[in-house]
């Protein structure tokens, strides 16, 4: 089995799935008379809470690959609450990025789905002299279509800063180029 990295500092980046192990120190706060919880949460959702052990003079917190697995991707913000008695405080606060995990199935985000959608929208058109289409309980009108075309612009520029911040939170070179993708016209 690898040795255990332990880094210091709380990580700015974490993958969906891995494990970390980091420690902060706080002189205001020592590991003899203070203990600390690491709590991390999306904008909205349930917060994870940690408690961190000691490790000399430090507070260790580990984040298992359980833990990290039930973070979906997002922009998570952190505190880590220090206790002593019945008090406690905020030793630190921040922002923590978390990145899918690439070995495992994920959903397309809303721009994504959107981007189906409507290239569905427009093939179902380019197919049929037809006014109207439905499908998944939608209708969709042709009069629309510099509508539907403006949106499809839109959400695939969304796709496309959203697959950048992934690469550079990874530490890739974003080209800046953008695909182009034409569907036909009437």
């Known amino acids: 089995m690898a040795a255990v990295t332990t880094t210091q500092g709380v990580p700015l980046t974490i993958e969906s799935g ?10 205001d706060y020592p590991v003899g008379t203070w203990t600390a919880a690491f709590v991390i949460v999306l904008s909205t959702g349930t917060p994870s809470s940690t408690a961190a052990t000691t490790s000399g003079s430090d507070f260790l917190v580990t984040l298992t690959s359980a833990v990290t ?18 008090q406690r405080t905020t ?8 990145l ?3 070995a495992v199935a994920r959903t397309a985000t809303f721009a994504e789905a959107q981007v189906a959608l409507l290239k569905t929208v427009m093939a ?5 002299d037809k ?6 309980g939608q209708s969709f009108t042709r009069y629309a279509i510099a509508d539907y075309q403006k949106q499809l612009v839109y959400f695939q520029a969304a796709v496309i800063r959203e697959q950048q911040t992934q ?13 182009l993708d ?5």
């Open 182 to 186: 034409f569907i036909a016209a009437d």
């Open 100 to 102: 899918p995990n690439l």
């Open 91 to 98: 030793a630190e606060t921040g922002k923590i990025s978390i």
């Open 69 to 86: 697995a039930a973070l979906a991707p997002g922009d998570y913000t952190f505190a880590v609450y220090v206790t002593s008695s019945s």
């Open 167 to 179: 690469a550079a939170l990874r530490g890739e070179v974003c080209a800046g180029r953008v695909a």
């Open 18 to 27: 891995n494990e970390y192990h980091f420690t902060v120190n706080y002189p």
């Open 131 to 136: 006014q109207t289409v439905n499908f998944n």
């Open 124 to 128: 179902s058109f380019a197919a049929t």
